[in-house]
């Protein structure tokens, strides 16, 4: 087994909790092969813990395990089973989630998501990516699944040197898959849909704001159409726009399957519609906004600032008094302090006060751990104009 040797400052980096030890925190590496599960240590090569290493990523070494227990297919096996024992007590209420949420499960980099008995698995270091078809395996022993999709066409792959690719690995490729959540029905398509089919991290979002939701509601970058489908429930009039041609397509087949006529799809630019909207003098009782992330690295912060800036302005303006903003940010490195300062600036520009009525994240299916800053990064606030 390959063994890595920390530096002062990476010991003091690691003794914090960090599941991550970045390359120039290491003093040494040896006889460490790509992929591999390699021992970490002191300078006096005391046994500190085990975990992937990588030879391309910034990120070097990946926590696993800090006991020297051998790291095989029963250990595997045992925490998927743990993944899957805290989902079962954790989500309720819908077909379609995330089994596997990487570190925050203690299977660093691997994303299981599971839309009823269809699997869909996403690699994202050279660790996992060597074991994928022993995942594959395990989870066919566990859940026997109708197929299991490999979707590792994401971008982060590359910093791991590894290929962009979409592979079958078990069954056929499921075409559409109706799922459920809470009282709505939806088509996802694993193959081709974005994200491995759904973003199932605001699930919980979409379910809570019905509760907050009635008259005339515009969901801003609807996707498939979920919040807009949820709030047709309890609304009068609701509308969702999206860039994408497809997404818009799903979301108007998905309001024929729960029967919904109250609901209207247009592909558009969220900006332009926005800015239409507020020159025409529009008003809403609800709106959605759920922009994809902005803030792809730290250097583009202030950038995806001035995009979160301007949509929320608009929001603000084109809400009727009492009215409800869900407004969310899933940049990681846009913290939430950052987030809160752009509503704050856009409230005062606006003359408005808003106040906080449900401040919420990622649902419990990603859980954060709090060690790790990076698995937290979704921000939700309902908001109401007062
Ligand atoms: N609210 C959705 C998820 C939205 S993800 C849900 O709960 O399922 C972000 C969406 O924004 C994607 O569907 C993407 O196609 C769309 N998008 C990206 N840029 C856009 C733009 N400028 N205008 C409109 N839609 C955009």
């Known amino acids: 087994m390959g063994r890595l040797t920390l530096t002062p400052k990476g010991l003091s980096w690691f003794s914090k909790g960090h599941p991550w030890v970045y390359r120039n925190d290491l003093e040494k590496i040896q006889d460490a092969i790509p992929g591999s599960i390699v021992t970490l240590e002191k300078k006096n090569g005391a046994f500190l813990a085990r975990g992937f290493y990588s030879d391309r990523s910034k990120i070097a070494f990946r926590l696993v395990s800090r006991n020297q227990e051998p790291i095989d297919r029963s250990f595997w096996e045992?925490?998927?089973?743990?993944?899957?024992?805290?989902?079962?007590?954790?989500?309720?209420?819908?077909?379609?989630?995330?089994?596997?949420?990487?570190?925050?499960?203690?299977?660093?980099?691997?994303?299981?998501?599971?839309?009823?008995?269809h699997f869909a698995l996403q690699t994202l270091s050279q660790g996992t990516e060597i074991l994928t078809s022993l995942f594959a395996d395990i989870l066919s022993h566990l859940f026997q699944p109708s197929s299991i999709i490999l979707r590792n066409d994401l971008a982060v792959r590359e910093m791991e040197g590894l290929p962009q690719e979409k592979k079958v690995?078990?069954?056929?490729?499921?075409?559409?898959?109706?799922?459920?959540?809470?009282?709505?029905?939806?088509?996802?398509?694993?193959?081709?849909?974005?994200?491995?089919?759904?973003?199932?991290?605001?699930?919980?979002?979409?379910?809570?704001?019905?509760?907050?939701?009635?008259?005339?509601?515009?969901?801003?970058?609807?996707?498939?159409?979920?919040?807009?489908?949820?709030?047709?429930?309890s609304s009068t009039k609701v509308i969702g726009v999206d860039s994408s041609q497809e997404a818009v397509e799903q979301a108007a087949e998905n309001a024929g399957l729960n029967a919904l006529r109250n609901v209207e799809f247009r592909k558009g630019n969220v900006f332009d519609f926005l800015k239409e909207q507020v020159e025409e003098g529009s008003q809403y009782d609800g709106i959605i906004l759920d922009p994809p992330a902005f803030a792809k690295s730290k250097e583009n912060v202030s950038g995806a600032a001035r995009g979160y800036k301007e949509l929320n302005l608009r929001a603000i303006r084109l809400l009727k008094r009492g009215g409800i903003l869900v407004t969310s940010s899933c940049s990681y490195n846009l913290s939430?302090?950052?987030?809160?300062?752009?509503?704050?600036?856009?409230?005062?520009?606006?003359?408005?006060?808003?106040?906080?009525?449900?401040?919420?994240?990622?649902?419990?299916?990603?859980?954060?751990?709090?060690?790790?800053?990076?698995?937290?990064?979704?921000?939700?606030?309902f908001l109401q104009k007062v």
Do not use: M
């Open 169 to 233: 690995l078990l069954g056929q490729s499921p075409g559409k898959i109706e799922v459920y959540e809470g009282n709505i029905r939806y088509l996802v398509d694993p193959w081709s849909g974005q994200k491995t089919g759904a973003y199932l991290d605001q699930r919980e979002n979409r379910t809570a704001a019905v509760r907050y939701l009635r008259g005339h509601i515009l969901d801003a970058f609807c996707y498939q159409g979920l919040f807009a489908l949820h709030a047709a429930r």
């Open 78 to 117: 045992k925490r998927l089973q743990r993944a899957h024992q805290y989902r079962q007590s954790a989500v309720e209420g819908t077909s379609a989630y995330r089994l596997v949420y990487g570190e925050s499960d203690g299977i660093p980099s691997l994303i299981v998501d599971r839309y009823g008995s």
């Open 336 to 381: 939430e302090a950052k987030f809160l300062e752009i509503l704050k600036e856009c409230e005062r520009d606006c003359g408005a006060t808003l106040r906080i009525i449900e401040k919420r994240g990622q649902g419990a299916d990603h859980p954060i751990l709090l060690s790790f800053p990076e698995s937290y990064y979704l921000k939700c606030l």
